[in-house]
């Protein structure tokens, strides 16, 4: 803790101190204390760039002797003391900070120690040199133009301009980049004494930077003053070229082109560069088929290719500098490319017939002598035999020599249609083809494949199968059907999907499940327990038959629930008899808010509703229900709970056994 103590206060505490030391007493009572081995961080004679300064001592006499306070006085330059004495009471084996003003300055602070009585010993005095002036910026002077590859380069840096910071110039700090922006020290407003490269003052100014690498050098320096702080940075370029241009295609034809082709080659050197205003002698150059090479002044030059056939072309280029890759005289040999030109159709043709195994497979072959057939671009596609309309793509599978499509002629009247196959070379020649490989055209009827019906319901046996079937709660019940051909020939082995789609309120919404045809045709799946529901079956069909779908079922499905009654005997004008129960809810989305008709009759009497209720989430529900009217001795009397059909309810009306209560 710091506390600015009063001066007048502290003048008497110095003079009691005094006359404390001069009782022998007092001597032996307590000891003065006093500082030795006083150290400012850093060093007394070197400059701070920070505000703050930590000063440390020993303490004479040592343990057992303690300090009570550490009292300090601040003077500026001039002697004059800024603010009283500053006294700290906790901390007494260093003043961890003394700040001083922003004004840069040698400034002065006396301190000393006192003992637990309060009694001052002798004081210290030590020098604390701030300054945080940045120096005016050093300029590096680098060599102008191209510096030779290989070569150490040597910058000279311009002196900092007056005035001067106080603390005087310690050197310069220097970094070299490939223009990443590195500044010369790692903080912004401090270079240590290691990063100062050249440490000898002001007149230090030259440096050798080794030999650099190729390209653009960023060269960046910072005048470093005796307190650390740096000025802006400054910098310069130095350019190193040793390396030819780099020339390449304007626009590369990876493949085949199918008409003559104008070539550009380029050419570029990101250091001298291909600029013909620059001086030297920059052009770029090339040559088809082993020709003369046409050459241009600057970075690019054209030439045409022509005809079926591989070409070959070079080229290369020399920039500003003078470096050139034309392979004479131990330079590096041209660049190299081939121009592949094609300019004739492909054949294209379809298969000679039909495999029986796959009837709507439609095949053709695409062949090409010189690029070859695409094995990424081509079609099949369809139209109404003699329409004149427009094809229709069919879904087409492309390979190298190869075109196939799968017709769906289930989706077609019935009828003839045409086919047509476009083919391409990898040159991009199409070909567009309505012939088969025999010369006759390309006509298939509608439906290809051997037409067949799907019949199912509800039951064991053809003669029975019924649409619609009502069964109790928890019930499952057999869907059957068969698949045969129109001729009534059995279709074994056929993959049938059941279907079964359930009513609002429900979950699932659907199921669907698969099961195979017998030999005979036939497929039975058991259903399990569950809500209402729409049941369908259906045929995928084959490559040999067509698909099928059977005429839908409807199953409903009776609603459950338990009634229970807390009493078989109901005494009247005594205690109600509680009746509870819980409706079934398998399959159901939710059963909370569910209608429960309550109901009774009497021997001779019909059903009647003396109450509704609602079920909780769990389906629960409960009433009680008091006897009061004396015509009720006796009575032996029924009662059910009944749930309706209703809203968001996935099944139909159902009923409880009857409970029986007697009136007495």
């Given at each position: 803790m710091r506390v600015a103590a009063p001066r007048l206060v502290s003048l008497v505490a110095i003079a009691f101190a005094v006359l404390w030391a001069l009782s022998p007493d007092a001597r032996a009572h307590e000891p003065l204390l006093q500082m030795a081995n006083v150290n400012v961080q850093g060093g007394e004679a070197a400059w701070h760039a920070e505000r703050s300064f930590r000063l440390d001592?020993?303490?004479?006499p040592g343990p057992p002797a303690q300090a009570g306070a550490v009292v300090y006085q601040l003077y500026d330059p001039q002697?004059?003391?800024l603010g009283g004495p500053v006294r700290e009471t906790e901390a007494v084996r260093a003043l961890e900070s003394i700040p001083v003003p922003p004004t840069p300055g040698i400034y002065t602070a006396q301190a000393w120690l006192e003992n637990l009585e309060g009694e001052a010993g002798p004081p210290v005095t030590v020098?604390?040199?701030?300054?945080?002036?940045?120096?005016?910026?050093?300029?590096?002077?680098?060599?102008?133009?191209?510096?030779?590859?290989?070569?150490?380069?040597?910058?000279?840096?311009?002196?900092?301009?007056?005035?001067?910071?106080?603390?005087?110039?310690?050197?310069?700090?220097?970094?070299?980049?490939?223009?990443?922006?590195?500044?010369?020290?790692?903080?912004?407003?401090w270079c240590s004494p290691e990063e100062t490269?050249?440490?000898?003052?002001?007149?230090?100014?030259?440096?050798?930077?080794?030999?650099l690498p190729e390209g653009v050098n960023v060269v960046r320096v910072v005048a470093v003053s005796g307190s650390g702080v740096p000025s802006s940075v400054e910098s310069a370029v130095v350019q190193v070229d040793g390396t030819p241009p780099l020339t390449?295609?304007?626009?590369?034809?990876?493949?085949?082109?199918?008409?003559?082709?104008?070539?550009?080659?380029?050419?570029?050197?990101?250091?001298?560069?291909?600029?013909?205003?620059?001086?030297?002698?920059?052009?770029?150059?090339?040559?088809?088929?082993?020709?003369?090479?046409?050459r241009t002044d600057g970075d690019s030059a054209s030439a045409w290719v022509s005809g079926s056939g591989i070409h070959q072309l070079s080229f290369y280029g020399q920039d500003v500098a003078g470096n050139v890759a034309d392979g004479q005289a131990g330079a590096p040999a041209p660049e190299q490319a081939t121009v592949k030109i094609d300019e004739d159709p492909p054949a294209v043709a379809f298969a000679v017939s039909q495999d029986p195994s796959e009837p709507e497979r439609i095949e053709a072959t695409v062949a090409d002598a010189l690029s070859g057939p695409s094995g990424q671009h081509g079609s099949i596609a369809?139209?109404?035999?003699?329409?004149?309309?427009?094809?229709?793509?069919?879904?087409?599978?492309?390979?190298?020599?190869?075109?196939?499509a799968d017709w769906d002629s289930d989706s077609y009247s019935p009828g003839n249609y045409e086919f047509r196959a476009t083919g391409y070379d990898l040159a991009g020649n199409a070909t567009a083809a309505t012939l088969r490989g025999d010369g006759a055209k390309m006509v298939l009827p509608s439906p290809l494949k051997t037409p067949v019906m799907l019949e199912s319901g509800f039951g064991a046996k053809p003669h029975s199968w019924k649409a619609k079937k009502q069964v109790p709660y928890g019930r499952g019940v057999r869907y059957s059907g068969r698949v045969r051909t129109l001729a009534g020939a059995p279709v074994g082995g056929a993959e049938v999907t059941v279907t079964e789609t359930f009513v609002a309120g429900s979950t699932p919404t659907n199921r669907a499940t698969v099961v195979l045809t017998k030999a005979d045709g036939t497929f039975f799946l058991r259903l399990a327990p569950?809500?209402?529901?729409?049941?369908?079956?259906?045929?995928?069909?084959?490559?040999?038959?067509?698909?099928?779908?059977?005429?839908?079922?409807?199953?409903?499905?009776?609603?459950?629930?338990?009634?229970?009654?807390?009493?078989?005997?109901?005494?009247?004008?005594?205690?109600?008899?509680?009746?509870?129960?819980?409706?079934?809810?398998?399959g159901a989305k939710t059963?909370?808010?569910?209608?429960?008709?309550?109901?009774?009759?009497?021997?001779?009497?019909?059903?009647?509703?003396?109450?509704?209720?609602?079920?909780?989430?769990?389906?629960?529900?409960?009433?009680?229900?008091?006897?009061?009217?004396?015509?009720?001795?006796?009575?032996?009397?029924?009662?059910?709970?009944?749930?309706?059909?209703?809203?968001?309810?996935?099944y139909d009306a159902g009923a409880s056994r009857p409970v029986i209560v007697t009136g007495r």
């Amino acid at each position: 803790m710091r506390v600015a103590a009063p001066r007048l206060v502290s003048l008497v505490a110095i003079a009691f101190a005094v006359l404390w030391a001069l009782s022998p007493d007092a001597r032996a009572h307590e000891p003065l204390l006093q500082m030795a081995n006083v150290n400012v961080q850093g060093g007394e004679a070197a400059w701070h760039a920070e505000r703050s300064f930590r000063l440390d001592w020993t303490q004479e006499p040592g343990p057992p002797a303690q300090a009570g306070a550490v009292v300090y006085q601040l003077y500026d330059p001039q002697g004059h003391p800024l603010g009283g004495p500053v006294r700290e009471t906790e901390a007494v084996r260093a003043l961890e900070s003394i700040p001083v003003p922003p004004t840069p300055g040698i400034y002065t602070a006396q301190a000393w120690l006192e003992n637990l009585e309060g009694e001052a010993g002798p004081p210290v005095t030590v020098s604390l040199r701030f300054d945080d002036a940045a120096p005016s910026p050093a300029s590096p002077q680098a060599p102008l133009g191209w510096v030779n590859g290989g070569k150490p380069v040597t910058i000279e840096i311009g002196h900092p301009s007056a005035p001067l910071p106080l603390s005087g110039i310690r050197g310069y700090a220097v970094t070299v980049d490939r223009g990443d922006l590195t500044p010369p020290c790692a903080a912004i407003t401090w270079c240590s004494p290691e990063e100062t490269d050249l440490p000898g003052g002001i007149e230090d100014d030259a440096l050798s930077l080794g030999v650099l690498p190729e390209g653009v050098n960023v060269v960046r320096v910072v005048a470093v003053s005796g307190s650390g702080v740096p000025s802006s940075v400054e910098s310069a370029v130095v350019q190193v070229d040793g390396t030819p241009p780099l020339t390449s295609l304007e626009d590369p034809l990876a493949g085949w082109s199918n008409k003559p082709l104008r070539v550009t080659a380029l050419a570029t050197d990101a250091l001298s560069g291909m600029d013909t205003s620059q001086g030297g002698d920059p052009f770029t150059a090339i040559a088809v088929d082993g020709n003369l090479a046409t050459r241009t002044d600057g970075d690019s030059a054209s030439a045409w290719v022509s005809g079926s056939g591989i070409h070959q072309l070079s080229f290369y280029g020399q920039d500003v500098a003078g470096n050139v890759a034309d392979g004479q005289a131990g330079a590096p040999a041209p660049e190299q490319a081939t121009v592949k030109i094609d300019e004739d159709p492909p054949a294209v043709a379809f298969a000679v017939s039909q495999d029986p195994s796959e009837p709507e497979r439609i095949e053709a072959t695409v062949a090409d002598a010189l690029s070859g057939p695409s094995g990424q671009h081509g079609s099949i596609a369809v139209r109404p035999l003699g329409s004149g309309g427009r094809f229709e793509e069919l879904p087409t599978e492309v390979a190298a020599g190869r075109l196939v499509a799968d017709w769906d002629s289930d989706s077609y009247s019935p009828g003839n249609y045409e086919f047509r196959a476009t083919g391409y070379d990898l040159a991009g020649n199409a070909t567009a083809a309505t012939l088969r490989g025999d010369g006759a055209k390309m006509v298939l009827p509608s439906p290809l494949k051997t037409p067949v019906m799907l019949e199912s319901g509800f039951g064991a046996k053809p003669h029975s199968w019924k649409a619609k079937k009502q069964v109790p709660y928890g019930r499952g019940v057999r869907y059957s059907g068969r698949v045969r051909t129109l001729a009534g020939a059995p279709v074994g082995g056929a993959e049938v999907t059941v279907t079964e789609t359930f009513v609002a309120g429900s979950t699932p919404t659907n199921r669907a499940t698969v099961v195979l045809t017998k030999a005979d045709g036939t497929f039975f799946l058991r259903l399990a327990p569950g809500p209402n529901r729409q049941v369908s079956a259906s045929f995928a069909g084959s490559r040999t038959l067509t698909r099928a779908a059977g005429t839908g079922a409807r199953l409903a499905v009776r609603g459950a629930v338990r009634l229970h009654a807390s009493s078989a005997l109901a005494r009247v004008g005594g205690a109600p008899v509680v009746f509870s129960g819980r409706v079934a809810h398998r399959g159901a989305k939710t059963s909370k808010g569910k209608a429960v008709e309550l109901q009774f009759r009497y021997p001779g009497a019909e059903w009647s509703e003396f109450r509704t209720v609602v079920t909780d989430a769990g389906g629960r529900f409960h009433y009680a229900y008091r006897f009061s009217d004396d015509d009720s001795r006796g009575v032996r009397f029924q009662f059910r709970a009944v749930v309706p059909r209703q809203e968001g309810w996935p099944y139909d009306a159902g009923a409880s056994r009857p409970v029986i209560v007697t009136g007495r």
